[in-house]
């Protein structure tokens, strides 16, 4: 599951800092997160396809691990990023 070019250009310039920015952790999150919800979608529809539940838990780990080297860095940017994308945080 990818996401459409034009979804991942909105996603970048949503959450990016400059017009250019899709390294920041922030941006990463909400790349992540959005593959995430669709991956969770499909898993509803298609309960036995174990090697998308194997691929939907890397990304929950990455994404967990992007969260905390934010939060660990940068607390206010990691409140904020977990307030946009409605996140649970620890």
Same mark, same amino acid.
């Given at each position: 599951?990818?996401?459409?070019?034009?979804?991942? #250009?909105e996603?970048?310039? #949503?959450?990016? +800092?400059?017009?250019?920015?899709?390294?920041?952790? $922030?941006? %990463? =999150?909400?790349? =992540?997160?959005?593959? =995430?919800?669709?991956?969770?979608?499909?898993?509803?529809?298609?309960?036995?396809? #174990?090697?998308?539940?194997?691929?939907?838990?890397?990304?929950v780990?990455?994404?967990?691990?992007?969260?905390?080297?934010?939060?660990? $860095?940068?607390? %206010? +940017?990691?409140?904020?990023?977990?307030? +946009?994308?409605?996140l649970?945080?620890k």
């Amino acid at each position: 599951m990818s996401i459409a070019k034009a979804q991942k #250009e909105e996603i970048i310039k #949503e959450f990016g +800092r400059h017009q250019n920015d899709t390294g920041s952790p $922030e941006v %990463q =999150i909400a790349l =992540i997160t959005t593959r =995430i919800t669709d991956l969770t979608g499909h898993l509803q529809d298609h309960t036995h396809d #174990e090697s998308s539940r194997m691929g939907l838990l890397k990304l929950v780990g990455q994404r967990r691990r992007l969260l905390a080297y934010l939060r660990r $860095e940068d607390y %206010q +940017r990691y409140i904020a990023i977990s307030d +946009r994308l409605g996140l649970r945080r620890k």
